[in-house]
């Protein structure tokens, strides 16, 4: 919380095993605070004046005993010019991390992963980024993002205990009855409800009809409220959000605009006061030049 202004504070009772992973313009790691910590933020009770006027990239990471990495998203947060975060912002991590697949394995096991590229909600994908390996990480492909988080963690700068929990974990309980039927388990990345549709009828009995009920009761079980949406629902949530943005995109030229007029108006009233000033300033010098001629 290198960069955060004071207000924030820390929810202690809180879990200390989710965290927020704040990057640079370069996709480098920058700083990190607890998930309590940026919901504080989301609510207004504080500010990222470092990364003002910009869109963040950021990860929510679940951290394991050990501090291990558990599970990742990679996401994108808009801050405005006051260093305030965007109040809109409703992207449900903790959801989609449960509901992520399994990527990379550092050698505790695999690591659930969401980003732009493997999001098991499609329409939540805008708002997620992939982490590409920078030139010098080229070499270790798509898990050098994964091991540079990993040491991040840690280097433990938020002071987590070693132990987060004791016996089972159970942060990533779902019910999971029919999740190989949705997805190879072995291939790595997350499932998405767009291939689950696809692969829908060879869910199906030997039959060539496919149970539309079943099929929805089954996608319900699996994703949650997500899987009641219909193609219908994701055209209209789809052009939902086209419109919203069309307004904002609308306020903020409308705004900008009013503010150009107001900055117009006030250099007018200056040019306005400077030529009174000048048409002054050249009476008083002719006034003078007479006074030294001995015309008065």
């Known amino acids: 919380m290198d960069d955060i202004t004071q207000g924030t504070g820390r929810l202690m009772n809180k879990s200390q095993r989710e965290l927020v992973v704040i990057y640079n313009s370069e996709e480098e790691i920058q700083s990190e605070m607890f ?10 009770r504080g500010t990222l004046k470092s990364h003002a006027a910009s869109a963040v990239k950021a990860a929510y990471c679940v951290i394991g005993n050990g501090l291990k990495l558990r599970g990742v998203v990679f996401f994108l947060f808009n801050v405005g010019e006051d260093g305030r975060l965007d109040a809109d912002f409703n992207l449900p991590l903790q959801y989609l991390v449960k509901q992520a697949g399994v990527g990379s394995d550092l050698g ?24 590409k390996p920078r030139q010098d990480e080229a070499e270790r492909g798509a898990d050098a993002a994964m091991e ?13 205990k070693a132990v987060l929990y004791d016996g089972e974990d159970t942060f990533f309980d779902v019910d999971d009855s029919n999740l190989d039927i949705l997805t190879d388990a072995e291939e790595e990345g997350a499932y998405s409800l767009l291939q689950a549709i696809s692969d829908a009828p060879s869910m199906q009995s030997s039959s060539p009809v496919v149970d539309s009920t079943d099929f929805s009761a089954k996608l319900t079980e699996v994703f949650g409220d997500a899987g009641r949406l219909s193609l ?17 995109y609308r306020q903020d030229i409308d705004q900008q605009q009013l503010a150009y007029l107001d900055q117009m108006r006030t250099a007018r009233e200056e040019i306005h006061s400077l030529k009174v000033a000048l048409r002054q300033e050249q009476s008083r010098n002719r006034r003078l030049q007479e006074m030294l001629r001995g015309d008065l």
């Open 35 to 44: 998930f309590s910590d940026f919901e504080l933020l989301l609510a207004g």
């Open 108 to 131: 505790d096991g695999g690591i659930r992963k969401a980003s732009r590229g493997h999001c098991p909600v499609p329409w939540h994908s805008v708002n997620l980024w992939e982490p």
């Open 148 to 160: 540079t988080l990993q040491k991040r963690i840690f280097r433990n700068r938020l002071k987590l």
């Open 232 to 248: 219908q629902d994701l055209i209209r949530l789809h052009t939902d959000q086209l419109e919203q943005a069309r307004l904002k």
